[in-house]
């Protein structure tokens, strides 16, 4: 079974400053993906970036990188200029592919409550 | 383009009661997954519906069911409710096409008294 560990419960950054959220990763799978999710109060998850286990650049996306280490399954977010509005729960995920087809199913780690301080 | 919506928002019910939450997929998606998030924790999958059959489903009871509907909308009913069913529960959709994003919706949040 797939598993997604985030040790960080919470994280502060002072805003315009990067910061790192941790996420590991266990999987006997050779092909998989990996996601960032942000879920602000409000409760819907917004999508932020993937990685699959066979791209060899980690991913980016505006202020949002992926630091992709296979070797070590480590798949850790890195925001860069963190603002205001950054204040969210951050979920890492991981992607299954059953045998049968076509399904798609999430594993999410326990989330990164992160603060960014004025 | 809709995106994913979800209703009701908030929601309360009694031990034992049974509760039904709709899920209306983005436009052009044929998959739609449910997943329970508990306080606290991160979304756990129930099960996901694709072109109106279940196609997997997460360590859930069978008290929990679904339907998929011929235009791709979704519910998710829970039976003989308990204090623990109490969470947000969030309805992601998809296609079968080789795509990796799920779209959330809001969410329903159950509270079980």
């Known amino acids: 079974a797939q598993k997604i560990t985030q040790t960080q419960p919470g994280m502060f950054v002072q805003e315009k400053e990067a910061v790192t959220l941790d996420c590991t990763y266990d999987t006997s799978d050779q092909s998989y993906g990996l996601f960032w999710y942000k879920q602000p109060s409000s409760g819907e998850m917004i999508f932020l970036i993937y990685?699959?286990?066979?791209?060899?650049q980690n991913a980016t996306e505006g202020r949002y990188s992926l630091n992709f280490q296979k070797a070590r399954k480590s798949a850790n977010l890195v925001i860069s200029a963190s603002q205001l509005g950054d204040s969210a729960m951050y979920f890492c995920?991981?992607?299954?592919?059953?045998?049968?087809?076509?399904?798609?199913?999430?594993?999410f780690g326990s989330g990164t409550q992160l603060t960014v301080l004025p | 383009e809709t995106g994913v919506t979800q209703s009701p928002t908030h929601l309360i019910k009694t031990r034992g009661q049974q509760v039904t939450l709709r899920c209306s997929s983005q436009?052009?998606?044929?998959?739609v997954s449910w997943y329970q998030q508990a306080l606290g924790q991160g979304p756990q999958f129930i099960f996901q519906?694709?072109?109106?059959?279940?196609?997997g489903r997460g360590n859930f009871p069978p008290r929990f069911s679904g339907l998929q509907f011929p235009n791709y909308s979704s519910e998710l009913n829970v039976n003989a409710l308990e204090l623990d069913d109490s969470a947000l529960y969030l309805c992601?959709?998809?296609?079968?096409?080789?795509?990796?994003?799920?779209?959330f919706g809001p969410g329903t949040r159950l509270t079980v008294t």
């Open positions: 992601a959709s998809s296609t079968d096409t080789d795509t990796y994003e799920q779209y």
């Open positions: 519906y694709y072109r109106e059959e279940e196609n």
């Open positions: 990685q699959g286990s066979y791209d060899e």
């Open positions: 995920a991981m992607r299954e592919v059953w045998s049968s087809g076509s399904a798609r199913q999430l594993t």
């Open positions: 436009s052009g998606h044929n998959t």
